[in-house]
């Protein structure tokens, strides 16, 4: 069965901090590992990796996929409280189709 | 931008009810899904569509039905509603797959069933 791992469950940090987001599958065929922000409402997109090894990044925020250990890590770097949010990771198995962990809860304290 | 819209933000149901969510896109996207949230369990795909009146099962598509006459679109029914179908139920389109762009999710509808 497909499944999407993401760890730590939640996370608790003071600005400025650095934190890294992990992100494990396994899935029968891979297409690409997705990674969203949600606040109150939608998801909304940051990422989306197909390569190995190949960072992707934005601001604060970067991702790097590693197809043959199977993971992604999301790095955000001197965080703000406006990072705080549920980050979800999600694998595309097969044409167009979501799967998706539970998330990572992350919370920035002043 | 890209823009995903859900009629409802919140809807208080009663148990047996026949109940409609509705999601309409603006970005002539092929693809539309329909998706429920529930803490630990993140988000499951109840159905998707490639196109206009095509419409496929996802993972929980039982006690569910959909419905996409256009191409815009895309509506998720309860036939009769169950207090185990309180949920956030989040509607998300996106381009085919030859455009391999990711799906954009609307503001999601906080259904409660009593």
């Known amino acids: 069965e497909d499944k999407v791992v993401q760890s730590p469950l939640s996370l608790v940090v003071h600005e400025g901090d650095t934190v890294t987001l992990n992100c494990s599958y396994e899935v029968t065929n891979f297409r690409s590992l997705l990674w969203y922000k949600q606040e109150k409402k939608a998801p909304t997109f940051l990422f989306m990796l197909t390569s190995s090894g190949i960072e992707k990044k934005s601001g604060r925020l970067s991702s790097i996929l590693d197809k043959k250990e199977l993971f992604s890590i999301l790095n955000i770097t001197a965080t703000q409280t406006g990072d705080s949010a549920v980050y979800l990771c999600a694998v595309e198995p097969s044409t167009d189709k979501l799967i998706f962990g539970t998330g990572t809860r992350l919370q920035v304290f002043p | 931008d890209v823009k995903v819209t859900q009629s409802s933000r919140y809807l208080v149901k009663r148990t047996g009810e026949k109940v409609f969510l509705e999601c309409v896109q603006d970005?002539?996207?092929?693809?539309m899904f329909w998706y429920r949230q529930d803490p630990g369990l993140g988000l499951r795909l109840i159905y998707f569509?490639?196109?206009?009146?095509?419409?496929e099962k996802g993972d929980i598509p039982e006690g569910y039905s959909v419905s996409r006459e256009k191409k815009e679109r895309f509506s998720l029914i309860l036939e009769s509603a169950s207090t185990n179908q309180t949920s956030m139920y989040l509607c998300a389109s996106s381009f085919g797959d030859r455009e391999r762009q990711p799906q954009h999710f609307g503001d999601g509808t906080r259904l409660s069933i009593l």
């Open positions: 569509s490639y196109d206009v009146k095509m419409k």
């Open positions: 970005m002539d996207h092929e693809n």
